[in-house]
């Protein structure tokens, strides 16, 4: 081998880790790249849609109705001349808020039931524990329903719905948690030291048994916004001339043959939202687990 020859291989057996390095660096982070982009988008349309729309959503025009999309209205407009586009934009802010005020509201009150049952024990955690099983096995949806439908079709109502229809799993989970920290080694140390049941419980328990809930609200906020939509898409959520995803798609549905893309845009805006919040709150999980991506 010649001089030249040797050089050269040393040179490509010192540039060759640090490649592999910097692959190994940006490798773990490129599944967060597209799902974190998007809901960063639709946090922007929620809170600044004329960002996205210098129109009003509510604003008519019906020598306009019906019109397929085009470059004056990329979505195209409703059967009263409105954008359909700026309603869309607009309807993620209406929709994100319901989906993260049910999701909280389900993770608070679940944590709080789940909390009691956990560190009361005996009779009452059994008694928690019967109703939960009862409540979990109906499902989420139909629990929604009829909560609406006693309270009433509101946006407020149907957060309240949603998150009373999905407190019982958070609540299971912080019953289970609160129950291994309890016999944890560390509270059993305090509790040899004599600290009182209520120190144990603010400084040990509860710090302790709620973080798992923080990965749950991330997945959570997916499933609320779609349950949002299907609420709404039946008449028991948002009302017109609200700018709610599900609505949009509710009313598309006596114009599907004749202008199908009113139900199209809204459909697939709700999907992608969904999917990529999911797909956040998993690699949340992912990384809160110590579990590595691939």
Do not use: C
């Not at 940006?26 to 639709?42: D, E, G, H, K, N």
């Not at 049952?117 to 005996?122: E, F, L, P, R, W």
Request: proline share 6%; glycine share 10%; hydrophobic share 55%.
């Amino acid at each position: 081998m010649s001089v030249g020859e040797a050089s050269l291989e040393t040179a490509a057996l010192a540039v060759r880790p640090v490649r592999t390095a910097r692959k190994t660096f940006v490798a773990p982070y490129a599944r967060w790249i597209l799902p974190s982009t998007l809901v960063v988008l639709f946090l922007l349309m929620a809170f600044f849609p004329a960002l996205f729309t210098p129109l009003d959503p509510d604003a008519t025009e019906f020598k306009a109705a019906l019109e397929p999309p085009s470059a004056d209205h990329i979505f195209g407009t409703d059967p009263i001349g409105r954008d359909l586009y700026t309603r869309v934009v607009y309807g993620a802010g209406l929709s994100l808020i319901v989906g993260v005020a049910a999701t909280v509201f389900s993770i608070v009150v679940g944590a709080i039931v789940g909390a009691i049952a956990g560190i009361a024990g005996g009779i009452a955690d059994r008694l928690i524990s019967r109703v939960l099983d009862i409540l979990l096995a109906f499902p989420g949806i139909l629990l929604a329903m009829l909560t609406v439908v006693v309270l009433g079709p509101s946006i407020v109502n149907l957060a309240i719905a949603i998150g009373l229809s999905s407190f019982p799993g958070s609540a299971r989970l912080v019953r289970a948690q609160v129950m291994l920290v309890v016999r944890s080694g560390y509270v059993e140390t305090a509790k040899t030291l004599g600290r009182s049941k209520f120190h144990l419980v603010t400084t040990h328990v509860i710090p302790n048994s709620i973080s798992p809930l923080l990965v749950l609200t991330t997945i959570g906020v997916g499933g609320a916004i779609l349950s949002a939509a299907a609420l709404s898409f039946i008449g028991l959520g948002a009302a017109p001339p609200q700018s709610e995803w599900g609505l949009l798609l509710s009313d598309s549905r006596a114009q599907l043959q004749d202008a199908p893309w009113l139900g199209f845009f809204p459909g697939v805006v709700l999907v992608v939202a969904v999917i990529a919040i999911t797909a956040l709150g998993r690699l949340v999980q992912e990384r809160f687990e110590g579990r590595a991506p691939n």
